[in-house]
């Protein structure tokens, strides 16, 4: 599974910044894909992702209502649009997917449990 992410870099504070996604690699449907985002010292945080399937969605709450993911399943591309940008948004941001869905899983899993993710692009938001 590959996964190129873009659209990183440097932004004012409530400004908006795009980021994209490509995947490939994987002779199924994938059952998902999104982002996480790591800092330096940090813990790693699900920020959102998209069923290719149906179009659910999920964002964690410190996003939600600023950021919008969108998908195109014809080619395994991913958006994820960033809006109204804090400094606290700042971080590596890392494309990722699902391959096994969390019904399968089992319990204490959710919706963007990743399984494989790509090199991180870096989003710095500055105050």
């Known amino acids: 599974v590959q996964l190129q992410a873009s659209g990183g870099g440097l932004v004012q504070a409530g400004e908006s910044l795009t980021l994209s996604c490509s995947a490939s690699g994987f002779s199924r449907d994938y059952y998902a894909i999104g982002w996480f985002r790591q800092a330096p010292g940090k813990e790693r945080e699900a920020v959102s992702c998209i069923s290719m399937s149906n179009g659910t969605k999920w964002y964690a709450d410190s996003v939600k209502g600023r950021f919008t993911i969108s998908r195109s399943s014809a080619d395994n591309t991913v958006s994820l649009h960033m809006a109204s940008l804090k400094p606290e948004d700042t971080s590596v941001y890392h494309c990722?997917?699902?391959?096994?869905?969390?019904?399968?899983?089992?319990?204490?899993?959710?919706?963007?449990?990743?399984?494989?993710w790509g090199k991180g692009t870096l989003v710095t938001v500055s105050s």
């Open positions: 990722a997917t699902v391959l096994v869905p969390e019904v399968i899983k089992g319990p204490g899993t959710s919706m963007c449990d990743f399984d494989y």
